[in-house]
Protein backbone atom coordinates (compact mmCIF):
# COMPACT_ATOMS: atom_id res chain seq x y z
CA UNK A 1 0.00 0.00 0.00
CA UNK A 2 2.55 2.47 1.02
CA UNK A 3 4.33 1.62 -2.49
CA UNK A 4 1.42 3.02 -4.07
CA UNK A 5 1.68 5.61 -6.72
CA UNK A 6 -0.28 9.04 -5.12
CA UNK A 7 -2.94 9.33 -8.12
CA UNK A 8 -3.72 5.58 -6.94
CA UNK A 9 -4.40 6.66 -3.50
CA UNK A 10 -6.41 9.49 -4.19
CA UNK A 11 -8.56 7.42 -6.33
CA UNK A 12 -9.13 4.74 -4.32
CA UNK A 13 -9.77 7.76 -0.99
CA UNK A 14 -12.38 8.93 -3.06
CA UNK A 15 -14.09 5.63 -3.43
CA UNK A 16 -13.97 5.27 0.62
CA UNK A 17 -10.70 3.36 1.23
CA UNK A 18 -9.73 5.49 4.36
CA UNK A 19 -6.35 3.14 4.63
CA UNK A 20 -5.87 4.67 1.29
CA UNK A 21 -6.61 7.97 2.61
CA UNK A 22 -4.21 7.57 6.20
CA UNK A 23 -1.41 6.42 4.00
CA UNK A 24 -1.69 9.75 2.40
CA UNK A 25 -1.58 11.21 5.78
CA UNK A 26 1.38 9.59 6.52
CA UNK A 27 3.29 10.22 3.48
CA UNK A 28 2.49 14.05 3.42
CA UNK A 29 1.81 15.06 7.07
CA UNK A 30 5.94 15.95 7.29
CA UNK A 31 5.36 18.35 4.38
CA UNK A 32 2.13 20.53 5.28
CA UNK A 33 3.66 20.63 8.91
CA UNK A 34 7.07 21.86 7.49
CA UNK A 35 5.44 24.35 5.98
CA UNK A 36 3.18 25.74 8.68
CA UNK A 37 6.13 25.50 10.88
CA UNK A 38 8.07 27.56 8.51
CA UNK A 39 5.85 30.17 8.82
CA UNK A 40 6.75 31.14 12.49
CA UNK A 41 2.85 30.28 13.64
CA UNK A 42 2.37 29.03 17.13
CA UNK A 43 1.95 25.57 17.67
CA UNK A 44 -2.09 25.95 17.90
CA UNK A 45 -2.38 28.50 15.06
CA UNK A 46 0.02 25.59 12.81
CA UNK A 47 -2.13 22.94 13.95
CA UNK A 48 -4.84 24.80 12.43
CA UNK A 49 -3.27 25.27 9.39
CA UNK A 50 -2.29 21.37 9.03
CA UNK A 51 -6.11 20.99 9.94
CA UNK A 52 -7.41 22.98 7.63
CA UNK A 53 -5.16 21.57 4.62
CA UNK A 54 -6.42 18.16 5.34
CA UNK A 55 -10.16 18.93 5.48
CA UNK A 56 -9.60 20.85 2.51
CA UNK A 57 -7.95 17.79 0.41
CA UNK A 58 -10.98 15.59 1.90
CA UNK A 59 -13.39 17.80 -0.03
CA UNK A 60 -10.96 18.10 -3.32
CA UNK A 61 -10.17 14.47 -3.36
CA UNK A 62 -12.62 14.41 -6.88
CA UNK A 63 -12.22 17.34 -7.89
CA UNK A 64 -7.56 17.49 -8.20
CA UNK A 65 -6.56 18.28 -11.42
CA UNK A 66 -3.73 16.10 -11.31
CA UNK A 67 -4.48 13.70 -8.52
CA UNK A 68 -0.34 12.23 -8.90
CA UNK A 69 0.83 15.71 -7.95
CA UNK A 70 -1.37 16.01 -4.61
CA UNK A 71 1.85 16.52 -2.36
CA UNK A 72 2.31 19.51 -4.57
CA UNK A 73 -1.37 20.58 -3.78
CA UNK A 74 -1.33 19.59 -0.11
CA UNK A 75 2.22 22.20 -0.03
CA UNK A 76 0.54 25.00 -2.06
CA UNK A 77 -2.44 24.94 0.03
CA UNK A 78 -0.71 24.82 3.50
CA UNK A 79 1.29 27.45 2.61
CA UNK A 80 -1.60 29.94 1.26
CA UNK A 81 -3.42 29.11 4.77
CA UNK A 82 -0.27 29.75 6.63
CA UNK A 83 -0.15 33.33 4.93
CA UNK A 84 -3.87 34.05 5.89
CA UNK A 85 -3.31 33.01 9.63
CA UNK A 86 0.32 34.61 9.62
CA UNK A 87 -1.70 37.92 8.20
CA UNK A 88 -4.57 37.78 11.19
CA UNK A 89 -3.14 40.21 13.78
CA UNK A 90 -5.22 38.34 16.67
CA UNK A 91 -2.83 35.84 16.51
CA UNK A 92 0.46 37.11 16.86
CA UNK A 93 3.35 35.06 18.70
CA UNK A 94 6.10 36.05 20.43
CA UNK A 95 9.05 35.64 18.35
CA UNK A 96 11.56 33.66 20.25
CA UNK A 97 8.45 30.87 20.57
CA UNK A 98 10.82 28.32 18.66
CA UNK A 99 13.48 29.16 21.20
CA UNK A 100 11.94 28.27 24.31
CA UNK A 101 10.45 25.13 22.98
CA UNK A 102 13.72 23.94 22.21
CA UNK A 103 15.26 24.48 25.42
CA UNK A 104 12.41 23.36 27.19
CA UNK A 105 13.03 19.55 25.91
CA UNK A 106 16.82 19.50 26.72
CA UNK A 107 16.64 16.21 28.41
CA UNK A 108 18.73 16.68 31.98
CA UNK A 109 21.03 14.18 32.50
CA UNK A 110 20.34 11.17 34.76
CA UNK A 111 22.83 9.28 36.92
CA UNK A 112 20.09 6.31 37.16
CA UNK A 113 20.30 5.77 33.28
CA UNK A 114 23.87 3.86 32.45
CA UNK A 115 26.57 5.99 32.53
CA UNK A 116 27.81 5.73 28.74
CA UNK A 117 24.34 5.52 27.32
CA UNK A 118 23.23 8.70 29.13
CA UNK A 119 26.34 10.52 28.63
CA UNK A 120 25.99 9.93 24.99
CA UNK A 121 22.32 10.97 24.99
CA UNK A 122 22.87 14.13 26.83
CA UNK A 123 26.02 15.43 24.27
CA UNK A 124 22.97 14.66 21.60
CA UNK A 125 20.24 16.79 23.21
CA UNK A 126 23.03 19.16 23.33
CA UNK A 127 24.13 19.20 19.75
CA UNK A 128 20.77 19.14 18.67
CA UNK A 129 19.41 21.60 20.98
CA UNK A 130 22.07 23.79 19.56
CA UNK A 131 21.65 23.14 16.40
CA UNK A 132 17.65 23.76 16.87
CA UNK A 133 18.90 27.17 18.01
CA UNK A 134 20.77 28.06 15.57
CA UNK A 135 18.36 27.12 13.15
CA UNK A 136 15.75 29.12 15.04
CA UNK A 137 17.83 32.25 14.51
CA UNK A 138 18.15 32.19 10.60
CA UNK A 139 16.26 34.51 8.05
CA UNK A 140 12.65 33.58 7.48
CA UNK A 141 13.43 32.04 3.85
CA UNK A 142 16.28 29.86 5.08
CA UNK A 143 13.94 28.16 7.73
CA UNK A 144 11.15 27.77 5.49
CA UNK A 145 13.64 26.46 2.61
CA UNK A 146 15.83 23.70 4.86
CA UNK A 147 12.66 23.22 7.34
CA UNK A 148 10.48 22.08 4.16
CA UNK A 149 13.61 20.00 2.60
CA UNK A 150 14.22 17.81 5.43
CA UNK A 151 10.46 16.83 6.19
CA UNK A 152 10.23 13.03 6.45
CA UNK A 153 9.63 11.40 3.87
CA UNK A 154 11.43 13.39 1.83
CA UNK A 155 9.38 15.72 -0.23
CA UNK A 156 10.27 16.03 -4.40
CA UNK A 157 11.63 18.92 -5.93
CA UNK A 158 7.50 19.84 -7.08
CA UNK A 159 6.88 19.73 -3.82
CA UNK A 160 8.98 21.80 -2.64
CA UNK A 161 8.61 24.29 -4.92
CA UNK A 162 4.77 24.29 -4.63
CA UNK A 163 5.44 24.83 -0.32
CA UNK A 164 8.11 27.63 -0.78
CA UNK A 165 6.11 29.72 -4.24
CA UNK A 166 9.90 29.52 -5.91
CA UNK A 167 11.29 27.80 -9.00
CA UNK A 168 12.73 24.70 -8.96
CA UNK A 169 16.14 25.93 -10.36
CA UNK A 170 16.57 28.13 -7.83
CA UNK A 171 16.46 25.40 -4.66
CA UNK A 172 19.28 24.11 -5.26
CA UNK A 173 21.97 27.29 -4.75
CA UNK A 174 19.59 28.69 -1.90
CA UNK A 175 20.06 25.39 -0.29
CA UNK A 176 24.08 25.63 0.20
CA UNK A 177 23.33 29.09 1.15
CA UNK A 178 21.47 28.70 3.57
CA UNK A 179 22.88 25.59 5.04
CA UNK A 180 26.18 27.61 4.81
CA UNK A 181 24.50 30.57 7.26
CA UNK A 182 23.48 27.51 9.23
CA UNK A 183 27.02 26.36 9.45
CA UNK A 184 28.05 29.92 10.59
CA UNK A 185 25.65 30.31 13.31
CA UNK A 186 26.38 27.20 14.86
CA UNK A 187 29.85 28.49 14.72
CA UNK A 188 28.96 31.46 16.60
CA UNK A 189 26.77 30.08 19.26
CA UNK A 190 29.80 27.69 19.82
CA UNK A 191 32.18 30.46 21.01
CA UNK B 1 32.47 25.84 -0.44
CA UNK B 2 30.56 22.81 1.80
CA UNK B 3 31.48 19.75 0.14
CA UNK B 4 28.03 17.55 -0.76
CA UNK B 5 29.04 15.47 1.59
CA UNK B 6 29.05 17.80 4.16
CA UNK B 7 25.73 19.51 3.03
CA UNK B 8 23.81 16.00 3.55
CA UNK B 9 25.50 15.58 7.16
CA UNK B 10 24.03 19.11 8.40
CA UNK B 11 20.87 17.93 6.83
CA UNK B 12 20.78 14.94 8.77
CA UNK B 13 21.31 16.40 11.61
CA UNK B 14 18.77 19.08 11.60
CA UNK B 15 16.35 16.48 10.63
CA UNK B 16 17.46 14.65 13.78
CA UNK B 17 16.90 18.20 15.65
CA UNK B 18 13.46 18.61 14.21
CA UNK B 19 11.91 14.91 14.94
CA UNK B 20 13.12 15.89 18.43
CA UNK B 21 11.89 19.23 19.03
CA UNK B 22 8.79 19.93 16.43
CA UNK B 23 7.80 16.64 15.16
CA UNK B 24 4.37 16.82 13.83
CA UNK B 25 1.79 16.16 16.87
CA UNK B 26 0.48 12.09 17.17
CA UNK B 27 -3.21 14.30 17.71
CA UNK B 28 -2.81 15.80 14.35
CA UNK B 29 -1.88 12.58 12.73
CA UNK B 30 -4.67 10.98 14.47
CA UNK B 31 -7.30 14.73 13.44
CA UNK B 32 -5.79 14.14 9.91
CA UNK B 33 -6.91 10.56 9.45
CA UNK B 34 -10.19 11.81 10.80
CA UNK B 35 -11.09 14.62 8.62
CA UNK B 36 -11.78 11.78 5.40
CA UNK B 37 -15.00 11.27 7.47
CA UNK B 38 -15.81 14.72 7.34
CA UNK B 39 -15.91 14.52 3.48
CA UNK B 40 -19.25 15.41 1.52
CA UNK B 41 -20.26 13.21 -1.61
CA UNK B 42 -23.70 15.09 -2.35
CA UNK B 43 -23.08 18.91 -2.05
CA UNK B 44 -21.45 20.87 -4.62
CA UNK B 45 -17.98 22.52 -3.42
CA UNK B 46 -18.26 26.17 -3.37
CA UNK B 47 -14.80 27.60 -3.38
CA UNK B 48 -12.99 30.60 -1.64
CA UNK B 49 -13.01 33.60 -4.06
CA UNK B 50 -12.59 36.43 -1.75
CA UNK B 51 -10.73 36.72 1.44
CA UNK B 52 -10.00 40.53 3.10
CA UNK B 53 -7.01 39.00 4.99
CA UNK B 54 -5.25 38.47 1.69
CA UNK B 55 -7.33 40.05 -1.16
CA UNK B 56 -7.92 43.27 -0.15
CA UNK B 57 -4.33 46.06 -0.37
CA UNK B 58 -3.60 49.06 2.47
CA UNK B 59 -5.74 51.20 -0.10
CA UNK B 60 -8.82 49.44 -0.15
CA UNK B 61 -12.19 50.11 1.32
CA UNK B 62 -13.08 46.97 1.66
CA UNK B 63 -9.94 46.46 4.58
CA UNK B 64 -11.46 46.74 7.91
CA UNK B 65 -9.77 46.32 11.45
CA UNK B 66 -8.52 42.95 11.63
CA UNK B 67 -10.65 41.72 13.77
CA UNK B 68 -13.40 41.92 11.22
CA UNK B 69 -12.77 39.87 7.95
CA UNK B 70 -14.69 39.25 5.15
CA UNK B 71 -15.13 35.95 3.04
CA UNK B 72 -16.63 34.93 -0.11
CA UNK B 73 -17.79 31.42 -1.66
CA UNK B 74 -18.76 30.56 -4.70
CA UNK B 75 -21.09 27.49 -6.27
CA UNK B 76 -22.38 28.56 -9.53
CA UNK B 77 -24.40 31.20 -9.27
CA UNK B 78 -24.74 31.03 -5.67
CA UNK B 79 -22.46 32.89 -3.40
CA UNK B 80 -22.08 32.86 0.50
CA UNK B 81 -20.92 36.37 1.93
CA UNK B 82 -18.97 35.95 5.74
CA UNK B 83 -18.22 38.51 8.53
CA UNK B 84 -16.20 37.01 10.94
CA UNK B 85 -15.63 39.05 13.89
CA UNK B 86 -13.26 37.53 16.68
CA UNK B 87 -13.77 38.30 20.19
CA UNK B 88 -12.76 36.81 23.27
CA UNK B 89 -15.14 34.33 23.88
CA UNK B 90 -14.53 32.98 19.74
CA UNK B 91 -15.49 33.90 16.56
CA UNK B 92 -18.68 35.48 15.44
CA UNK B 93 -20.33 34.86 12.17
CA UNK B 94 -22.82 36.77 9.73
CA UNK B 95 -23.78 35.23 6.67
CA UNK B 96 -25.74 35.92 3.59
CA UNK B 97 -26.40 33.45 0.89
CA UNK B 98 -26.88 35.79 -2.72
CA UNK B 99 -29.28 35.39 -4.28
CA UNK B 100 -31.28 35.57 -1.02
CA UNK B 101 -32.06 31.39 -0.35
CA UNK B 102 -34.10 30.00 2.26
CA UNK B 103 -31.24 27.45 3.84
CA UNK B 104 -30.63 25.09 6.38
CA UNK B 105 -27.18 25.76 7.43
CA UNK B 106 -24.53 23.65 9.37
CA UNK B 107 -21.45 25.13 10.80
CA UNK B 108 -18.85 22.49 11.01
CA UNK B 109 -15.68 23.42 13.01
CA UNK B 110 -12.94 20.80 13.30
CA UNK B 111 -15.05 17.77 15.53
CA UNK B 112 -18.18 19.48 15.63
CA UNK B 113 -20.96 20.86 14.08
CA UNK B 114 -23.48 23.86 15.00
CA UNK B 115 -27.01 24.52 13.05
CA UNK B 116 -29.09 27.19 12.26
CA UNK B 117 -31.11 28.82 9.28
CA UNK B 118 -31.13 31.26 6.50
CA UNK B 119 -34.20 33.10 6.30
CA UNK B 120 -36.07 34.22 4.04
CA UNK B 121 -33.49 37.19 2.94
CA UNK B 122 -30.89 34.46 2.86
CA UNK B 123 -28.96 35.99 6.11
CA UNK B 124 -27.96 33.90 9.43
CA UNK B 125 -25.80 34.25 12.11
CA UNK B 126 -24.09 32.12 14.56
CA UNK B 127 -21.47 32.03 17.53
CA UNK B 128 -19.78 32.39 19.27
CA UNK B 129 -17.54 29.20 17.69
CA UNK B 130 -13.99 27.92 18.79
CA UNK B 131 -11.23 29.43 16.24
CA UNK B 132 -9.53 26.90 14.19
CA UNK B 133 -10.98 25.21 10.57
CA UNK B 134 -14.75 25.70 9.89
CA UNK B 135 -16.70 24.72 7.15
CA UNK B 136 -20.35 25.77 5.90
CA UNK B 137 -22.99 23.46 4.17
CA UNK B 138 -25.81 24.82 3.06
CA UNK B 139 -29.02 22.89 2.35
CA UNK B 140 -31.04 25.10 0.03
CA UNK B 141 -34.82 24.85 1.22
CA UNK B 142 -37.27 24.95 -2.01
CA UNK B 143 -33.79 23.42 -3.77
CA UNK B 144 -33.40 23.89 -7.37
CA UNK B 145 -30.53 21.98 -9.38
CA UNK B 146 -28.29 23.21 -6.35
CA UNK B 147 -29.64 20.96 -3.35
CA UNK B 148 -26.74 21.44 -1.09
CA UNK B 149 -23.64 23.30 -0.73
CA UNK B 150 -20.32 22.60 1.33
CA UNK B 151 -17.97 25.76 1.35
CA UNK B 152 -14.14 25.27 1.51
CA UNK B 153 -12.58 25.08 4.73
CA UNK B 154 -11.07 28.13 6.12
CA UNK B 155 -9.00 28.76 9.32
CA UNK B 156 -11.51 31.24 11.60
Known amino acids: ?191 | MDSEHDETALEDDLRRAVARFDPVPAELLAAAAEAFTWRTIDAELAGLVFDSLVDSDASSLVRGPAERRLLSFQAGSLSIDLEVTSTASGRGLVGQLVPARQANVEIRVADSAVATEADELGRFRAGPLPAGPMSLRCSLVSAGPQAAVVTDWVTI
Request: aromatic content about 6%; hydrophobic content about 45%.
Open chain 1, 1 to 191: MADNEPSDLVRAALDGDKASWEVLVQRYSGLVWSVARGYRLGAADAADVYQTTWLRLAEHLGRLSNPGQVGAWLATTARHEALRTARGAARVIPSDDVTMVALGHVDEYSPERAALDAEQARLDAERDARLWLAFSGLPDHCRQLLRVMIAAPPPSYAEIAAALDMPVGSIGPTRARCLRRLREQMAETAE
